[in-house]
């Protein structure tokens, strides 16, 4: 029997068409700064603090954590039997929400400078919102782990891109994509998982979902799919990242097959101030990995820390 995990104290945030974002915020004992944490897809504010949260904590920053919509306990786009699974017309409606979210909560609680970090989709996303909604100048720096610039080389993403619009014509937007399912027995198997080398570590996912059914996400819909791999082609434009000037960590595995290490690397180059680490033999989910890598992580992260003088 797993034991049963607490819940954080959480709040939420009304968006103008009356969804909303739920979040938690985290004070050290003194502030040098503001850290906003954006998760990746199926992330939810507990597994991100588990760890990664804490250590942040103590290095003195104040924590902003939220669930993206359809994540967590944000409000859901499907309903019923259909809650599990992720589904999104645009990514741009998960811009619109960062966007009110930062002006209602993040703005009026920073302290001191304000720094960003996002995981896979999460990264994604939190490079769209700094250049598109014209956020460079508000935040000091940028850390990325494993984000989702490319899901596999170009010619498998181009097939990928002709199956979904054939899906999306045929009406099936909702339904899931395929190899996609509600969150079940096969997540659950350590052996062979895309995510990292540590049982504990992969443990909590599946804790926090027996606990509390209403935070699973299974996987994606065809929608979801085509929201990204638009998503995806608009950022792999070869001008898209000339403007974002911030000094820029970004952390992948080299085992990762998730975002792939040689193709995110190749988009990471051009950004200007940017810092790309690879690590050996990582898995996607760097900052939930097994010591070895985890240890390798931090290092860079905290001399990046340093080299800004936050």
Known sequence: MLERPALSASKFCELSDGKRLRYVLHEPEKARGTLLIAPGRREFIE?????????FLQRGFR???FEWRGQGLSDRYLAGSHHQRDHISSFDTHLDDLSQFYDK???PCQSGPLLVTGHSMG???????LIERQMVNAVAGVLLTAPMLALSAMPVQALAKAMTWTAMRLG???DYGPAQHDYGPQDMKFEHNPLNHDPDRFEIIQKYFTAYPEL???GVTWAWLDAALHS????????YFDHLTLPLLNIVGSADHVTPANEISHIVKRMPQAQNV??????HDILNEANLYRLEAWKHIDGFLTKLKV
Not at 232 to 239: A, S, T
Not at 278 to 283: F, S, T, Y
């Open 216 to 218: 699973t996400v299974g």
């Open 123 to 129: 990264a994604h996303l939190i490079l769209r919102w």
């Open 278 to 283: 690879v690590i050996p033999d990582a898995l």
């Open 105 to 107: 909560v993040v703005k």
């Open 172 to 174: 099936h937007g909702a």
């Open 232 to 239: 995806l082609h608009h950022i792999q434009q070869r001008k």
């Open 47 to 55: 597994k991100k603090f588990s760890e990664m949260g804490q250590e």
């Open 63 to 65: 924590l902003i954590f």
